[in-house]
């Protein structure tokens, strides 16, 4: 069973600044990862497949990067829309697996 | 619009029974694959199964491998999880989701529609 490992677990960041979160496979995924935000009360909503690329309706402050084992999502300018649970998780293999989640909050 | 809808939850004795329905609308259901995910209370997200568009495959997550099955019936655009033997562990809210296929026909076996999901309880 391949590990994500997502860091920091909670992300403190002011309104209109970036945020930057990161997750770690415990072996290659090559690009199979997603990145998902979720509000309270809320299902999760797909922002990022193949590591980079945006689904639909995802606005351009969000983007992903890596391949392999080291991912990053970065949150351009946040809003107050922003602040969530984002969880990455790696479709390589089977069984699927999700990281632990990053809390961004208000700071 | 692409909608699912779960239903089936609720509160039931360890060791005992129930089956989750997902009922998809505003797709072919038919062309896709299909998850169920789970969130215990408070934590995050876990992968509990997939089956493939036709049925032909399915994939466990090991803590419930030989209690829980995944099955579809895609004449009624439904989904199911048959939950054997249920655990305490096993508390959480259920949600199915579909596969996405991207513009160039690629399956990304992530998941591009969720359900608002559905509760289960395993307690005495």
């Known amino acids: 069973e391949i590990m994500m490992t997502q860091s920091p677990a909670t992300l403190s960041v002011s309104p209109g600044e970036r945020a930057t979160l990161s997750c770690r496979a415990s072996?290659?995924?090559?690009?199979?990862l997603a990145w998902y935000q979720q509000k309270p009360g809320q299902a999760p909503r797909l922002l990022i497949y193949?590591?980079?690329t945006r689904a639909t309706g995802i606005p351009a402050s969000f983007s992903g990067s890596g391949s392999g084992t080291e991912f990053t999502l970065t949150i351009d300018s946040l809003q107050s829309e922003d602040f969530a649970v984002y969880y990455c998780?790696?479709?390589?293999?089977?069984?699927?697996?999700f990281g632990g989640g990053t809390k961004v909050e208000i700071k | 619009q692409v909608q699912l809808v779960e239903s089936g939850g609720g509160v039931v004795q360890p060791g005992g029974s129930l089956r989750l329905s997902c009922a998809a609308s505003?797709?072919?259901?038919?062309?896709?694959?299909m998850h169920w995910v789970r969130q215990a209370p408070g934590k995050g997200l876990e992968w509990v199964a997939f089956?493939?568009?036709?049925?032909?495959?399915?994939y466990y997550t090991d803590s419930v491998k030989g209690r829980f099955t995944i099955s579809r019936d895609n004449s009624r655009n439904t989904l199911y999880l048959q939950m054997n033997t249920l655990r305490p562990e096993d508390t959480a809210v259920y949600y199915c989701?579909?596969?996405?296929?991207?513009?160039?026909?690629?399956?990304?076996?992530?998941?591009?529609?969720w359900g608002q999901g559905t509760t289960v309880t395993v307690s005495s």
């Open positions: 989701a579909k596969v996405f296929i991207t513009i160039f026909g690629v399956v990304i076996y992530g998941m591009d529609v």
């Open positions: 089956i493939r568009y036709d049925g032909s495959d399915e």
């Open positions: 193949g590591a980079s």
């Open positions: 505003g797709f072919t259901f038919s062309n896709y694959g």
């Open positions: 998780q790696q479709y390589y293999n089977w069984p699927l697996t």
């Open positions: 072996q290659s995924v090559s690009n199979n």
